[in-house]
Structures are given as C-alpha cells and as structure tokens.
C-alpha cells in the first residue's frame, strides 16, 4: 500500500480519537439511577353490607377528601334502630320508676293491709280466748257429772282450731310489716344495678346500629384520583369488601435503586431531579434510604463484591400536575451530599 491511500486511514483514526477525547466525562459530584414511579392507594370499602344503591364516581374521576363516594341500601338498618331506640326507652323508664321509689299511693296501701291483719288477729284472739274459756266450763261439767264428754270434745276442737288461726293471722301481720318495710326502702342496690345495665346495654345496641347507617355512606378518606372501580350500583355487596381504589398521584414518589458505595453519600431532605422518558424534569426530595440491602451476594470480601449490594431510596415529587403516573419508569438524579 502506497504512503497516499494510507494517509485517509490515518486521518480518519485520528478524528475517532479526537472526538473520543473531547467527550464530557460524567460528573462526579451526582448519580443517574433509573426506577419506578409509586404512589400511595386506599382500597376503599364499606364497613356494613347491603346493597349498593349509588356509586358515584368513575375511574379517572378526581375526588377531596369526606367526599362521597356510594351509598348502600338502609332500610333494615333503619327498622333495627327504631326497635332498639323503643326497648332502650322501655329500660330507661324501669330504672327511673325503680330510683323513684314507691308511691304514696303504695305504702298508704301497704299500711291498710298491716292494721287489717292486726285487726283480724285481735278477732282471732276473742274467739281462742272464748273457746279456751268453753272447754274449762265443760270439763268442770264434766267432772260434776253435769255434762258429756262430746260437748268438752267439741269444746276442744273449737280451742285448737282458733289457736291455728292465731299463727295464721300472725303471719300475714308479719308479711304484711314485710311488705310495707319493702315498698318503704324501694329498690335494692341489685335491681338498680340490673335496670343500669339494661339501659347501657340498649344504649350501646343503638349507637351500633346508628354506626351501620352512618357507615352506608361510604366518603373518601383522603384526596386522590380513582383509578379503580371494583363493585357497580346494584351488587350485593359484603361488609368490608373493596368498592373502589383511590390513588394519591399528588404525592407520588420514585423508588430507584443504588449502589452501596454512593450510599452514604446520600442525605435525607437532599434535592434531585426526576427525568421522565418524554424530556420532562420536575424537582424531587430524597425522604427515605433503606437502612438494609435489597441483594446481598454469598460471599462479601472485596470491594467489587460490596459494589452489587443496592439500597432502596425513595424521591418523593411534587405531582400536582399530574405528569407522573403510577408505574411509570424514570430517570432519577442524585447529587451527593457535601461532606459525603
């Protein structure tokens, strides 16, 4: 070959090493690592079944937080509230006629029923007292041979008949002062105790069911975007099933991965840039560095093997503007932290 066709070739490997050696090294002071945009997502559900009667959002649809979102059928809820509410009013008004106490009506009465029984004891006691005085007369005729034995026999009879009366009359005096001491005294602390705890009891039933009816109307319990609908008006729905997914893109986040030797060169609160594959760059936040390795490989001995182990960081982005979207794969700069 000739020194003149070699002279292109020269030229061109010159012009190769030129253009090599004017390329920009990359920085030193930051990183490019690559990962995935993530947000935060509340599967919403209800906290009672029923029939859904309303949903009121659609996918894509963005909604405030307490704004509502569907509303399930109420009416047994309802006709249970109403039986609840009665009994516990039947319960109130037992415990506050037992704190009452007893009328003036009542003890009135249950003194008339004490002086009665007193009075028939006196009667019953007239008459054992003639009968007794009967059989000592007839035995005395008896004796004299003036009488029979059948008419001191019947004599006795009367006696001890009037006698079982006594003790009768006796006790009823005795319940009687019983019944007047009760009605007197009102309730025991016992029945007062079980009257409370039927009133608490009716009490902690209604405000269940006023929770049932309240949690029928199922509201968003935060801001965000539904980006998922699960359940449509007209299902049977069960207590606590998913309805529908809200997505808080407003607060979305990029987890990316980083080697171990950048690692402590990071900073939490330290800014970044977040690049996405049409060109765009919104301004980010390192808020969180995985205090643990996401890989670790079998044998760590030298600094080449220390190099695989990566760390979780999360970038946590302003996405009010809804540019970023749940999954979608970014470019994440990260510039190190002086002193690091």
Not at 252 to 268: C, G, I, M, S, T
Not at 297 to 319: C, E, F, G, M
Request: net charge neutral; with cysteine; aromatic share 2%.
């Amino acid at each position: 070959m000739t020194p003149e066709r070699r002279t292109p070739v020269a030229a061109g490997i010159f012009l190769l090493l030129a253009a090599s050696a004017c390329r920009t090294a990359p920085p030193a002071d930051r990183v490019r690592v690559s990962g995935q945009i993530e947000a935060t997502e509340v599967h919403v559900a209800a906290q009672v079944g029923g029939r859904l009667l309303e949903l009121a959002v659609q996918e894509g649809d963005r909604v405030d937080a307490g704004t509502v979102l569907a509303r399930l059928d109420t009416a047994d809820a309802t006709l249970a509230l109403a039986r609840a509410r009665a009994e516990r009013a039947q319960a109130d008004a037992q415990l506050r006629l037992l704190r009452a106490g007893a009328r003036r009506e009542d003890i009135r009465q249950a003194e008339a029923q004490v002086e009665a029984a007193r009075a028939e004891v006196e009667v019953v006691q007239a008459e054992l007292s003639a009968a007794t005085v009967d059989v000592t007369r007839f035995e005395s005729l008896l004796a004299s041979s003036s009488g029979t034995g059948k008419q001191r026999d019947d004599a006795v009879a009367r006696r001890n008949v009037a006698r079982e009366r006594v003790e009768a009359a006796r006790t009823r005096v005795s319940s009687a002062i019983e019944a007047l001491t009760r009605v007197k005294a009102g309730a025991r602390p016992e029945e007062l105790a079980a009257a409370t705890a039927r009133v608490d009891a009716a009490t902690a039933q209604t405000q269940i069911l006023e929770k049932a009816l309240a949690d029928a109307t199922v509201v968003a319990p935060r801001s965000g975007v539904v980006t998922e609908v699960v359940a449509d008006a007209g299902e049977l729905v069960a207590p606590r099933a998913p309805l529908l997914v809200i997505t808080d893109l407003d607060h979305a986040w990029a987890n990316v991965f980083v080697d171990e030797p950048v690692v402590p060169r990071l900073r939490l609160g330290q800014s970044a840039t977040v690049f996405t594959d049409a060109g765009g760059a919104l301004p980010g936040t390192v808020s969180f560095v995985a205090s643990k390795a996401e890989f670790t490989p079998r044998n760590v001995q030298t600094a080449a093997d220390r190099a695989q182990l990566v760390y979780r960081v999360k970038v946590s982005t302003d996405n009010r503007a809804g540019v970023l979207k749940t999954g979608m794969p970014v470019d994440v700069e990260l510039p190190f932290a002086s002193g690091g």
